[in-house]
């Protein structure tokens, strides 16, 4: 399989299993991880996920042998794809267009390259190896980032970097991604899981609709104006205080115990 897919202790555990390609994704890829998005998103005995590669490479994106020429050779090109056949998983795999309000933690393990970064820009925390190298390389072969890249990556860096990596296509490190805030931490390839694990597990063990909430407030009020974003907020915020486990966390909280949260 191109995807392990595995759940553990309200953990899902996705891996690109492609080294012989740099985890590149070619159609059936494509396909397995958007279905496993999807499937994480709702799967009420998960709450966060980790996301990582195998070998040497997080994810080269798109692959140039296989999916490309799918797009290039395609009378309607790439709309036909994303809004064709393949709509519901091209637009889940990359995380673009699609609402998925649980925690995503990347574990960026090598080349994180065009696709890859571009998926990584729908992914909320942000772990490098030492050795992890970030860049959308498209420009270089004549071909537009669709991934998303155009309209995350500037809300998410200074515009002025966003535009260099943009338009030349170079490689940056990873101390170089940390720099301007593309990742949160760098760490030695021995502690890039446990690394990735320790924030997801502690992520778990917090209140999963104030969580949720919290990522849904964030992403959807990007796009209002300020009145309407804090009018928002409280819209979302107003589930969360009158369900239990906002009377189960200041209640443990006064006990001095760990709080039993039950999603509800």
Same mark, same amino acid.
């Given at each position: ?6 759940? #553990? ?7 690109? $299993?492609?080294?012989?390609?740099? $985890?590149?994704?070619?159609? %059936? ?5 958007? #279905?496993?998005?999807?499937?994480? *998103?709702?799967?009420? /005995? ?23 020429? *799918? &797009?290039?050779?395609?009378?309607? !090109?790439?709309? !036909? ?10 637009? /889940?795999?990359?995380? *673009? ?11 960026? $393990? ?58 030349? !296509? ?8 940390? *720099? ?12 890039? @899981? ?10 778990? %063990? ?17 796009? @209002? /104006? ?7 907020? &409280? ?15 200041? @209640? ?5 115990? #760990? ?6």
């Amino acid at each position: 399989m191109a995807i392990d897919y595995v759940k #553990k202790d309200k953990i899902a555990y996705i891996t690109l $299993n492609r080294p012989e390609a740099r $985890n590149a994704l070619d159609p %059936d890829t494509l396909e397995t991880l958007g #279905k496993t998005w999807m499937d994480f *998103r709702d799967d009420s /005995s998960v709450l966060v996920a980790i996301i990582t590669g195998v070998g040497n490479s997080f994810c080269a994106g798109a692959d140039l042998g296989t999916l490309i020429p *799918r &797009i290039t050779g395609s009378p309607d !090109g790439l709309a !036909g794809l994303v809004k064709g056949e393949m709509a519901q998983t091209f637009q /889940s795999a990359l995380l *673009r267009q699609f609402e998925i309000w649980k925690p995503i933690v990347a574990a960026v $393990n090598g080349f994180c390259i065009a696709g890859g970064l571009e998926m990584l820009l729908g992914m909320d925390i942000r772990i490098a190896s030492e050795n992890a190298f970030f860049a959308i390389q498209e420009p270089r072969w004549g071909i537009f980032p669709a991934g998303g890249s155009t309209v995350r990556l500037p809300r998410q860096v200074p515009f002025c970097k966003a535009m260099e990596i943009l338009l030349t !296509g170079e490689k940056m490190d990873a101390k170089e991604a940390h *720099r301007i805030g593309l990742v949160n931490y760098v760490v030695p390839q021995q502690e890039l @899981m446990s690394t990735a694990e320790k924030i997801a597990r502690r992520i778990a %063990d917090n209140g999963p609709l104030a969580v949720s909430a919290i990522k849904k407030s964030v992403i959807e009020c990007l796009s @209002m /104006s300020l009145p309407d974003a804090f009018e928002h907020e &409280i819209e979302l915020a107003t589930p969360v205080f009158k369900s239990e486990d906002a009377i189960e966390g200041p @209640m443990a909280f006064m006990q001095k115990r #760990k709080p039993e949260f039950k999603g509800r």
